[in-house]
Structures are given as structure tokens and as C-alpha cells.
């Protein structure tokens, strides 16, 4: 059964900084296409990132700037660099991804999966 993993999260104080990572359970699926979403307590869930899998990156106004989306495709994880945290980026972060066979090439077309969420709190 296909999981993805993220990790990373954390409290930190504002103006620090966070890596979160998002790879499969399983060494015999790979990550295509994937972005990086969050989730405040009382809000909707929000895209802050995405990137395909040859690193072309694209982010929403939540992510410009100070978040950076980037992936290692032999480490098969994809990466959220967070500076500059601010209390208002406090969520649940999510990573949304197509998933496939490592045997085969793995782009935007197929099954997408949510992991569970790593939560991010930036607070003094």
C-alpha cells in the first residue's frame, strides 16, 4: 500500500527556519508530480507549493519568497525549505503526490496520495 511520509515539522520560534520531507514507504514506488499544501486550525487547506518531476517549481502567494519547494529524485523526497517563519505559517503541512512504480517514469499523470500531515508551529 502506497504512504507517503512526511517529516520535518516542528516548533520553532518566528523567524526561523524549517525542512520538511515527503518520500514514499516503500522503496518500490516513486514520487512524480508533487506539491506541498497546509492546513490552519479553522481554515481550508491551501497549496503552498508545487514542483514536477524534472524540479520545474510554481508557487501560491503563501509560498513566494520565503519557502522553497525542491526535490531529490535518487533520494526519491521532495523538500520544503521554510525561512523567515512567521506565526501565521503555524499549520499542518501536507505533501500531495503522484505516486508510481520505481521502475517506471512517474510525471503528472496517475494516482495522487496525501500523507497525514507534520505540524509546524511558529510561536515565541
Known amino acids: 500500500q502506497v504512504q507517503l511520509v512526511e517529516s520535518g515539522g516542528g516548533l520553532v520560534q518566528p523567524g526561523g527556519s524549517l525542512r520538511l520531507s515527503c518520500t514514499t514507504s516503500?522503496?518500490?514506488?516513486?514520487?512524480?508530480?508533487a506539491g506541498w499544501y497546509r492546513q490552519a486550525q479553522g481554515r481550508q487547506r491551501e497549496l503552498v507549493a508545487r514542483?514536477?518531476?524534472?524540479?520545474?517549481?510554481d508557487y501560491e502567494d503563501s509560498g513566494k519568497g520565503r519557502f522553497t519547494i525542491s526535490r531529490d529524485n535518487a533520494k526519491n523526497t521532495v523538500y520544503l525549505q521554510m525561512d523567515s517563519l512567521k506565526p501565521e505559517d503555524t499549520a499542518v503541512y501536507y505533501c500531495?503526490?503522484?505516486?508510481?512504480?520505481?521502475?517506471?517514469?512517474?510525471?503528472?499523470?496517475?494516482?495522487?496520495?496525501w500523507g497525514k500531515g507534520t505540524l509546524v508551529t511558529v510561536s515565541s
Open positions: 500531495n503526490a503522484i505516486v508510481g512504480l520505481a521502475s517506471e517514469y512517474v510525471g503528472r499523470d496517475g494516482t495522487d496520495y
Open positions: 516503500g522503496s518500490i514506488y516513486k514520487i512524480g508530480a
Open positions: 514542483i514536477t518531476t524534472g524540479g520545474v517549481t
